[in-house]
Nanobody
Framework: QVHLVESGGGLVQAGDSLRLSCAASGLTFSTSDMAWFRQAPGMGREFVASITWSGDRTSYADSVNGRFTISRDNAKSTIYLQMNSLEPEDTAVYYC??????????WGQGTQVTVSS
């Protein structure tokens, strides 16, 4: 059974940094593309960042490009999202997802990130 477990969320102030982690099990992590999505209150789920199975390509939403960095450690079956210069608009539940070719079928339960102004 596939499990994606996010951690690292919390309450921070605007301008602070956080690093999210997502530990994966039950899937062939080294051949899985991975991504982060987020969902703010009353909003739909939106793409944040993705990384290919090899780690050679990353992609970011315009709203986080230059502030967030996605990375992966295939030896630990874990991906990370380093979030710098956080803004109140970044407040959301952040979800980890696994898939291939931009189709994500496996999802974690999410971790709350709250940024106060």
């Amino acid at each position: 059974q596939v499990h994606l477990v996010e951690s690292g969320g919390g309450l921070v102030q605007a301008g602070d940094s956080l690093r999210l982690s997502c530990a994966a099990s039950g899937l062939t992590f080294s051949t899985s593309d991975m991504a982060w999505f987020r969902q703010a209150p009353g909003m739909g789920r939106e793409f944040v960042a993705s990384i290919t199975w090899s780690g050679d390509r990353t992609s970011y939403a315009d709203s986080v490009n230059g502030r967030f960095t996605i990375s992966r450690d295939n030896a630990k079956s874990t991906i990370y999202l380093q979030m710098n210069s956080l803004e109140p608009e970044d407040t959301a539940v952040y979800y980890c997802a696994a898939g291939r070719a931009a189709v994500y079928l496996r999802w974690g339960q999410g971790t709350q990130v709250t940024v106060s102004s």
